[in-house]
C-alpha cells in the first residue's frame, strides 16, 4: 500500500505544470532595473525599440505600477531648455508612464498583470489597458506583454524585457 501511495505522489507531481507552483504576485514588488528590451511585430519582426543598450526602471507596489526606459545613448539638451528638434527625439526614445493594475491569475508564461494606465508622457496610452505576464526566476524579472502599443513607435507588438532588482 505504501509503494502504491508513493507512486500516485510522484506521479501526481510530475503531471502537475511548472506554472501551478503559483508564483506568488508579491514577489513582484519593488524597484527593477532594464537589462533587455525587445519588441516582435506580428510579421515575426524583432527590434530594439531603444537601441542596444536601454535603460530604465520598473517600480511595482502592492496596487501601482511605474515605468520609465529610455535610449541609454540619447544625447542630452545642449542647453537647459531643449528645442524642438531635442524634444522631439527624446519623446521617441522613452517610455514612460504609471498605471493601477491586477496580478491575480497565474498562466503558464508568469502571473498576468493587468495595468489600466492613468498617466503617460505619451497621452495615446493614458486610459489604456495593458496585459503582461510576469515571473521572477533566478534573481530575474521576465515580462512578456500581449500585443501593445510600442510608443516609440506606433505600432503594436509584444514587448519582452528582462530586468534585475535595483538597489
Keep these: 500500500m505504501k509503494k502504491l501511495l508513493l507512486a500516485a505522489t510522484i506521479l501526481a507531481l510530475f503531471a502537475v505544470p511548472a506554472y501551478a507552483q503559483q508564483q506568488d504576485a508579491k514577489e513582484l514588488v519593488g524597484t527593477w532595473k532594464l537589462t ?61 508612464w504609471t498605471g493601477t493594475y491586477m496580478a491575480n491569475e497565474q498562466t503558464p508564461d508568469g502571473v498576468k498583470v493587468a495595468v489600466k494606465v492613468d498617466t503617460s508622457v505619451n497621452q495615446v496610452l493614458a486610459n489604456t489597458d495593458r496585459i503582461y505576464f510576469m515571473k521572477v526566476s533566478a534573481g530575474k524579472l521576465h515580462v512578456k506583454s500581449a500585443p501593445i502599443v510600442i510608443p516609440m513607435t506606433g505600432a503594436t507588438a509584444v514587448a519582452e524585457y528582462e530586468m534585475v532588482k535595483a538597489e
Excluded at 530594439?48 to 543598450?53: I, R, S, V
Excluded at 520609465?68 to 540619447?74: A, E, L, N, W, Y
Aim: hydrophobic share 40%; aromatic share 4%.
Design 36 to 96: 533587455t528590451l525587445k519588441t516582435t511585430g506580428s510579421d515575426g519582426k524583432v527590434t530594439l525599440p531603444l537601441g542596444e543598450k536601454p535603460e530604465g526602471f520598473v517600480t511595482i507596489t502592492p496596487n501601482r505600477m511605474w515605468l520609465m526606459f529610455i535610449d541609454g545613448t540619447r544625447k542630452a539638451p545642449v542647453a537647459p531648455a531643449a528645442t524642438d528638434a531635442e524634444n522631439v527625439a527624446m519623446m521617441k526614445t522613452n517610455a514612460t
